[in-house]
C-alpha cells in the first residue's frame, strides 16, 4: 500500500515557465512534508519542507504548498531553469510518532530549452 | 565537512554470493535508513535505526536482508544468496534524530549477474 504517491512519472516544461510537481499523500498521521532532488549517479537532497501547520513554504524559485484536506502537496519551481532537470522525490513523516520517512517513487521533471 | 559516504560504489556479484554495503553515516548523527532504489522505481525504504532503539526492519524484503549498524555509527547492509532482483542502487540516509532533513550518500549500485 502506497502511502506516499507521485503519480506523474515525468514532466515536461519549458525553460523560464513554472514547474507543478505533485504528490498525495494516504496516511493522515503525516504532519511533515519534504521534497527532495536527485541527479543521476547521485544521492538524493534535500531542497525544501513543510509541516502540517503551514500552508505553504518558500524557498527562492522554489514554494511548496500543502493542502490537508485534500492530502495534497505541490512543488512549484518558477521560473524553471535548465539544472532544474532531475527526479523530485516527495517524502512525509509522521512527527507525532516519531516514525519513519517514506517516499514516492518520484518524477522526472525535463526543463525543454 | 565529511557528508555520507558508501562504499563500495559499485559491487557486481554472482548470484548466490553474500554481499556486504557499508555506510558511513556524518558524525553525530544519530538516525540512519537503508533504502533501495530498482531501475525505474522510486525509493524503497528497508530498515531504520534510531539511536539505541530497536531498528524499524519492516522494509526488508526477505530474511536474505540484513543489517547493523556498530557504535551508533557505521552500518553495514548483508545481503545472502543474493539473486538478480536484488539489482539495484541502495542508499543510505543519515539526520539528527528529531529533524527529517535526510543526508544522503551517493549509494552502492549492486548488480548481480
Known amino acids: 500500500d502506497q502511502q506516499v504517491k507521485q503519480n506523474s512519472p515525468s514532466l515536461s516544461v519549458q525553460e523560464g515557465r513554472i514547474s507543478i510537481l505533485n504528490c498525495d499523500y494516504t496516511?493522515?498521521?503525516?504532519?511533515?512534508f519534504l521534497w527532495y532532488k536527485k541527479y543521476p549517479a547521485e544521492g538524493p537532497t534535500f531542497l525544501i519542507s513543510?509541516?502540517?501547520?503551514?500552508d505553504k513554504n518558500e524557498d527562492g524559485r522554489f514554494t511548496v504548498f500543502l493542502n490537508k484536506s485534500a492530502k495534497h502537496l505541490s512543488l512549484h519551481i518558477v521560473p524553471s531553469q535548465p539544472g532544474d532537470s532531475a527526479v523530485y522525490f516527495c517524502a512525509a513523516a509522521a512527527m507525532n510518532r516519531d516514525d519513519k520517512i517514506i517516499f514516492g517513487k518520484g518524477t522526472r521533471l525535463h526543463i525543454l530549452p | 565537512g565529511a557528508g555520507v559516504s558508501q562504499s563500495p560504489s559499485n559491487k557486481v556479484t554472482e548470484k548466490g554470493k553474500d554481499v556486504e554495503l557499508r555506510c558511513d553515516p556524518i558524525s553525530g548523527h544519530t538516525a540512519l535508513y537503508w533504502y533501495r532504489q530498482s531501475l525505474g522505481q522510486g525509493l524503497e525504504f528497508l530498515i531504520y535505526?534510531?539511536?539505541?532503539?530497536?531498528?524499524?526492519k519492516s522494509g526488508l524484503p526477505s530474511d536474505r536482508f540484513s543489517a547493523e549498524r556498530t557504535g551508533g555509527s557505521v552500518s553495514t547492509l548483508t545481503i545472502q544468496r543474493t539473486q538478480q532482483e536484488d539489482s539495484a542502487v541502495y542508499l543510505c540516509?543519515?539526520?539528527?534524530?528529531?529533524?527529517?532533513?535526510?543526508?544522503f550518500g551517493p549509494g552502492t549500485r549492486l548488480t548481480v549477474t
Open positions: 496516511n493522515s498521521m503525516f504532519d511533515y
Open positions: 535505526f534510531q539511536g539505541n532503539s530497536a531498528p524499524d
Open positions: 513543510i509541516s502540517s501547520i503551514k
Open positions: 540516509a543519515s539526520l539528527f534524530t528529531g529533524t527529517y532533513e535526510q543526508y
